[in-house]
């Protein structure tokens, strides 16, 4: 049986994802990562930036029916707030080193593999996002996690060897000021393609209705 790898998200406006690929181009010129894109370094193209709420995995059409009919119950309980978006920083801090490299065990700091845009952190969309973790676990179709939720926008990903020549050229965070209206929450559909991951929204859900 053909199961659909799922997440919930939250997407940017257009605007906003004009900004933060325009930041991808700055940090690719400024840390010369050009020589590496496509090979050792993976950026996020512009349509698919946004806020993973919760990944969830693989699930069956069934599973996916009962999903989006959750998400739709814990919906109704959340009115629309906003989102900053403050800061663009190497991510994740706490990246442990594949075995045999160099890393935390070595007195050294782990070598980070994501630029990401870190977002401030709000009750309204803790709350939202808490809410979400236990009703899907509840229904056994999401086991919840134990790393604290924290949310921000991955720009990239890329191996050990280009968060090196990052650190090489000291990686200063870069401060940015973009608020993010949260009317909706997406259910969503990653698939690989030949160019990379595709997404695809199976449901839309208002938030307060």
């Known amino acids: 049986m053909d199961k659909k790898r799922l997440f919930i ?11 933060l690929f325009d930041w991808e181009l ?4 400024e840390y010369g990562l050009g020589e590496f894109r496509g090979k050792n370094i993976n950026w996020v193209i512009k349509k698919n930036l946004h806020i993973t709420l919760i990944f969830i995995g ?21 009115q629309q707030f906003f989102i900053n978006l403050e800061k663009i920083i ?3 801090a706490s990246a442990n080193p594949p075995a045999g490299e160099a890393g935390a065990t070595a007195g050294k700091p782990p070598i980070a593999r994501m630029f990401w845009v870190q977002g401030e952190k709000s009750q309204e969309l803790a709350n939202l996002q808490f809410d979400l973790e236990d009703a899907l ?36 965070e870069k401060k ?15 698939t690989l ?10 449901e839309l859900v208002e938030l307060g209705k």
């Open 58 to 78: 693989y699930a069956t059409d069934d599973e996916t029916y009962e999903i989006a009919r959750t998400i739709k119950t814990v919906a109704k309980n959340h």
């Open 137 to 172: 676990s509840m229904g056994n179709n999401y086991q919840k996690e134990v790393r604290a939720f924290s949310p921000h926008v991955t720009l990239a990903r890329f191996e050990s060897g280009v968060g090196k020549t990052i650190a090489e050229k000291g990686m200063v």
């Open 176 to 190: 940015i000021n973009y608020q993010i209206p949260v009317e909706s929450i997406e259910l969503m559909q990653s």
């Open 193 to 202: 393609g030949r160019s990379g991951p595709e997404y695809i929204t199976l």
């Open 26 to 29: 700055k940090l690719e010129k």
């Open 90 to 92: 190497l991510g994740p």
């Open 9 to 19: 998200a939250i997407n940017l406006p257009e605007t906003v994802k004009n900004k």
